[in-house]
């Protein structure tokens, strides 16, 4: 695999068609989200305050409880704001699962010298937006099994009286060994089958595949070219950090004006374009897909 070769055309892919960093912004979007520690959270030990000389709050103020209209109207805003959130969130990751197939068919198409474009992308991904939304719940399954299992465990050996006594004995801990073991078992299956989903997504969108044998597919193009894959991913990190070392002082900047936030979403979304379009290059490649040479190029190799 000639690698200067795909990135170079990659990039002429991207500068040629720029609404494909609109369908990258779709895609970044709905990952976009992250989690992380609060750095100015304090943790209190037992001899920072005198608990047991503290004035109860319902002996100065009145029970909490004796009003049960605030306590209610609080509890049902707290379950809309979430519900809110959730449904935005829900609503960012199908859009981005949809443009993901989008931008997989735009560069399939281009390659075929087939003109095409924003709408005519995001159509092609909502045609088989169930079969992508299968293959991107896929990789979640077994966390949401290990969570049910750790929860059920949880619940019915640590019992939420011990719990809120706070003297949970550390002896009962042998109950969670199962559900460890049972981790370090799923906890790799979701990582492969979150490496394999972007091969699986080109499997259903370029191949026209159903969902489990979309990672059939996937994982049998992955087998037979596992040494450029993971050369080609190698090189894609390297050029993620070196983006994130120059996008280091501009970003924060950027992060600290509101107005200067979609020139970050831009450039995720371009971020995204490219390496969605490098991967579907080399898919193709890797699966002998027919590329339709142009004018110029016959018009070069002549030359030469």
């Not at 809309?80 to 969130?89: K, P």
């Not at 949880?154 to 002896?171: I, K, N, Q």
């Not at 199962?178 to 370090?184: G, S």
């Amino acid at each position: 695999m000639d690698y200067g070769n795909l990135f170079s055309k990659a990039w002429d892919i991207i500068w040629k068609n720029k609404f494909l960093i609109l369908l990258g912004v779709l895609v970044a979007l709905s990952g976009s989200g992250g989690s992380g520690g609060n750095p100015s959270q304090y943790a209190f030990s037992g001899n920072d305050l005198d608990w047991q000389n503290m004035p109860r709050f319902d002996y100065e103020y009145g029970s909490p409880f004796q009003n049960l209209d605030l306590p209610f109207i609080a509890v049902g805003g707290i379950v809309l704001l979430v519900a809110f959130l959730f449904l935005i969130g829900l609503v960012l990751w199908t859009l981005g699962t949809i443009s993901r197939g989008g931008l997989i068919s735009a560069v399939n198409e281009i390659e075929l010298g087939n003109p095409t474009n924003f709408s005519e992308a995001f159509r092609a991904g909502w045609q088989k937006g169930w079969r992508l939304i299968g293959i991107g719940l896929v990789p979640a399954v077994p966390g949401f099994v290990l969570f049910l299992i750790g929860v059920a465990t949880l619940m019915v050996f640590g019992g939420l009286e011990v719990l809120s006594r706070g003297d949970f004995s550390p002896a009962g801990l042998w109950v969670f060994l199962p559900v460890a073991v049972l981790a370090c078992i799923l906890v790799p299956v979701m990582l492969i089958l979150s490496l394999l989903r972007a091969f699986a997504n080109r499997a259903c969108m370029l191949e026209d595949q159903n969902v489990i044998s979309s990672y059939r597919r996937g994982f049998e193009v992955l087998g037979d070219n596992l040494g450029p894959a993971a050369l080609l991913f190698l090189l894609q990190m390297a050029i993620s950090f070196g983006i994130g070392i120059m996008m280091m002082v501009p970003g924060i900047l950027i992060a600290l004006c509101c107005f200067l936030w979609p020139v970050l979403l831009l450039v995720g979304g371009g971020v995204t374009a490219y390496y969605s379009t490098l991967w579907t290059l080399a898919w193709r490649e890797w699966t002998g897909l027919p590329v339709v040479v142009s004018d110029e190029e016959v018009v070069s190799s002549e030359n030469k």
